[in-house]
């Protein structure tokens, strides 16, 4: 299973990548709104920096919703560097721009993808990525584990290649959840990433073997 940083903070990108764990990077623009990143320019290079720190796929966000406006970002976010994957909305001039990326092996992320029917959609358009945003789901009482379980019988059904990448993923039990089901990537914020590695005993039983090893060598 591979594990993205959900994120645009470059410090939490570089904590990460420090781990050795990290496999990628998702934004979106709320994500570079929130670490104060406006301007096309400075959206450009902020990608650029996220770049330089993660050698993975690093998606990047069209604005334009039309096709011609999808493929002109698209193929401008491309050029920028070869770990880019264009992220596009899940709208029907979406799926047109995802086949024509697809045509010219270009990486695509298919993000907002709320059921089955989009999952499927985007597949035979030939994404690379889909995201379900299994929290958003949770978050109007809609098991978004579900719909990832889903998902993956259908891609496996017809042997899809597009990889389910699970979006809006909170907290660790969301990670482990996607990993049971067989999703292919997580994409989450650092806390649920660190939170894996929690467990109280395992505090405790080093705290004993630091004591036990203080005591026998005094
Ligand atoms: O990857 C999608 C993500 O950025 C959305 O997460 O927590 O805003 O639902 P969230």
């Known amino acids: 299973m591979r594990f ?13 990548n420090d781990l050795g ?14 670490e104060g990143i406006t301007g096309a320019q400075n959206i450009l290079n902020h ?24 493929i002109r970002e698209g193929e401008q976010l491309a050029a920028l560097h070869k770990n880019i994957v264009v992220k596009i909305p ?5 799926i047109k721009a995802i086949k024509y990326f697809s045509a010219k092996n270009i990486r695509t992320n298919c993000t907002l993808v709320f059921s089955a029917g ?11 990525y889909i995201s379900p945003f299994l929290g958003r ?11 990832i379980a889903q998902i ?32 292919d ?12 590695a929690k467990h109280p005993l395992t505090d405790l039983g080093l705290q004993q073997f630091l004591a036990d090893y203080a005591k026998g060598n005094k």
């Open 4 to 16: 993205f940083i959900d994120t645009a903070n470059l410090k939490e990108i570089k904590e990460a």
């Open 21 to 34: 764990i990290l496999d990628g990077v998702t934004t979106n623009p709320s994500l570079m709104a929130k």
């Open 47 to 70: 990608y650029l920096a996220i770049c330089e720190i993660v050698d993975g796929p690093v998606s990047a966000e069209v604005i334009a919703t039309d096709f011609d406006g999808m």
């Open 90 to 94: 899940m709208i029907l001039e979406g």
């Open 118 to 128: 989009q999952a499927l959609l985007a597949a035979k358009a030939g994404a690379t």
């Open 137 to 147: 789901l949770d978050d109007v009482s809609t098991d978004g584990i579900s719909l």
């Open 152 to 183: 993956r019988l259908i891609y496996d059904n017809y042997a899809f290649d597009t990889a389910i990448l699970a979006a809006s993923v909170r907290h660790p039990m969301h990670i482990i959840n996607c990993a049971e089901i067989g999703a």
């Open 185 to 196: 990537v997580m994409t989450g914020p650092l806390s649920a990433i660190k939170a894996l």
